[in-house]
């Protein structure tokens, strides 16, 4: 069998996507945190989001929320 071709450092496809949904949810993050009013909020959760995401930046466990994959959908009774 051929050697690969990529660089080992090169991501997986699953791996991209979730990097890309990372990035995302950091951008959707920082507009909501534009629209705070306060200054000094808008800075403290500013601060808060990056040193989170740093703090994460080498985490490889996906945890799942289920609330956080989709709605709720209401049961009939």
């Given at each position: ?5 990529l ?14 949904q990372?990035?995302?949810?950091y ?15 808008r800075?403290?959760?500013k ?15 996906e ?15």
């Open positions: 069998m051929a050697a690969s071709r660089p080992p450092a090169t991501l997986t496809l699953k791996q991209f996507m979730r990097r890309q990372v990035l995302l949810l951008r959707r993050i920082l507009q909501a945190i534009r629209k705070v009013p306060n200054d000094s909020d800075r403290y959760l601060d808060w989001a990056r040193e989170e995401f740093k703090r994460n930046k080498n985490t490889t466990e945890v799942r929320p289920r609330s956080w994959l989709r709605p709720r959908l209401k049961r009939k009774t």
